[in-house]
């Protein structure tokens, strides 16, 4: 059994790391840090946590070490924020070239001010890393947990972010389960790499993962199989989420998306992180008055569910898509994936696109229940057939 | 759902606050979520703190804009802070203030309880740090707390003799806040300009005021050097505090070597 404790979001990730038992941590301490490594830090002074704590002197270190350790054989964990992410973007392409599953906790802040949006980490989309955005404290905490098993898993092997918004979470307290340390372990067993890079099986390991990972072949092998480990990271994130609720009772959807509310719908939007949260009081609240719209949650960006925004977009007419970013010159990110996704359906919905949310800009439940009108509209055809609008 | 919404200025506890009352909340069954608002982290600065009381869990993440009720740790506070702006009517303040309800210069249709927070505050820990003795007096005007789950939060925030301290502060509170009263009769006092984090013109912020024994002064420039405001200036050879620029911090007076600064409360 687990016991319940109101913390913040940056507490409920330290959890997580800490009942995972990660064996090594590296940082940078300063600003924008959060302070999930400085409860990690009190943990592991105070014995609670048998880990590995390195300060170091930029996130770009930070990367560099975790992947090192991971490359050794220890289950290694960091976590950054905003601009420290992007600091970390060159040795992140190594780490996944790698195979190394470090797992890291991305507390999010825009590249352009404090506040918060999805910018930091879809400036990482491309690396190769799998993707985990929460919208709560709970989720934080068991997404942390599950991650690990994501990326050890001998299928995926490949290194995980787990993220949430900075300070809608981050610094908000709210009641959150943590799970026992005996039902976690049971859950999650150490880590053993099979390709550890430890002087004396270094050559061994080398000459294994060249084999498997298609280094040294054909040059765009590499790239080819990390392709094909991602797409069986789909399957790897639903059993995890299957097997995390038979021990934890808690589940997210199906591991990749949440539908919400989405029986018997005409229209459904989209959402990531603590929007997505939001969302549910304004279907909520439309729902209540008939209207026919539901919410569905993208919980994995990378792996990208395409399959699940095919089956889903072939049960409605118009689906109202809330990107917390955007690539400037091209627009949102998710909308133009969904947008995609779709492409090879005989009946398409109508698709429309909102921006909401960048630097912190506050997403009240009016402005979704306002987006969900206008989904509804074009459910009916009303309106214009395709639509971006900033909120 | 029950919101609140707290106000305070950094330095009095107002993010301590929600967090022990979401922490108390929780252990009477209650889901909360309490939500800092952060700026530039400016020590007297106007700071606002929310908190979300509910049944099951709280999906909504964005600010609180009709509270239910308002909590004021400052008693200066409201006379550049919109304290009221989006309270339901029938809404409750609890207000730290010196004076009945009816003088504190709020009017409509609210009920208003209020306590000399700073007063007990400066007898329980010698500090005007008023969030435990301001929680104290939310717990009783409003009813949706009892002071035995505060107490155990609180004591599990600060164990030992801090612990002790705001103990005394939470019940002194409690048993000297007045009963809510009725201000729709009461006309709201004029507002000074808005009060931005930025503000040039602290002054408001003070509840204490340096005041200068030149004859003590020898000069030496500590003050002045110390200074977060840069409020002092050295005019031949003596400290000279410049009272709009002054937030009250009383860094000065901790400083100064010869004594020569003491703090006086404000008026209200
Ligand atoms: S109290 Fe003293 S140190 Fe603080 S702002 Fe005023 S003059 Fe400066
Ligand atoms: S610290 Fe005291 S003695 Fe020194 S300049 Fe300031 S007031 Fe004068």
Redesign the pocket.
Known sequence: MGRWEVMVGNKAIAYAAKLARVQFISAYPITPQTSVVEYLAEMVASGELDAEFVNVEGELTAQTAALGASAAGARAFTATSGPGLLYMHHPMHATSGGRFPVVMAVIHRSVKGMQPDHSDMMAQRDTGWIMLECENSQELLDTGIMAFKIAEDERVRLPTIFAGDGYILSYTAEPVEIPSQEDVDAFLPPYRSSYPLLPGLAEEARRVQMEQWGIGQDPQLRWRRQQEAMEAAKMVIMEVNEEFYKWFGRRYGNGLVEEYRCDDVEAFIVAMGTIASTARTAIDRLQAKGRRIGLVKLKSFRPFPSEEFRRLGAMVRAIGVIDRNISLGSGGITFQEIRSSLYDLEERPRILGFHAGLSGKEVRVGDIEMICEKTLRAAKGEGPPSLVEWI | MIEVRFHGRGGQGAVTAVRILASALYLEGKYTQAIPMYGTERRGAPVVAFLRIGESRINERDLVHNPDIVVVLDPLLSRTVPVTEGLKEGGLIVMNFPKPGTEAGIGGRFMLATVDATGIALEALGRPITNTAMLGAFAKASGLVSLESLEKTLLEHWPGRLGEMNLRALRTAYERVTPPVDVSGIQAQEKRPREEIFSKDVSSWRIFKPQ??ED?????????IYCPEVA?S?IQG??RVDYSSCKGCGI?GE???????SMVQEAL
Do not use: S
């Open positions: 200068l024994d003590r002064c020898v000069g030496c420039r500590r003050c002045y002092i050295m003596k400290a000065c400083e100064c070597p010869t004594g020569a600064i």
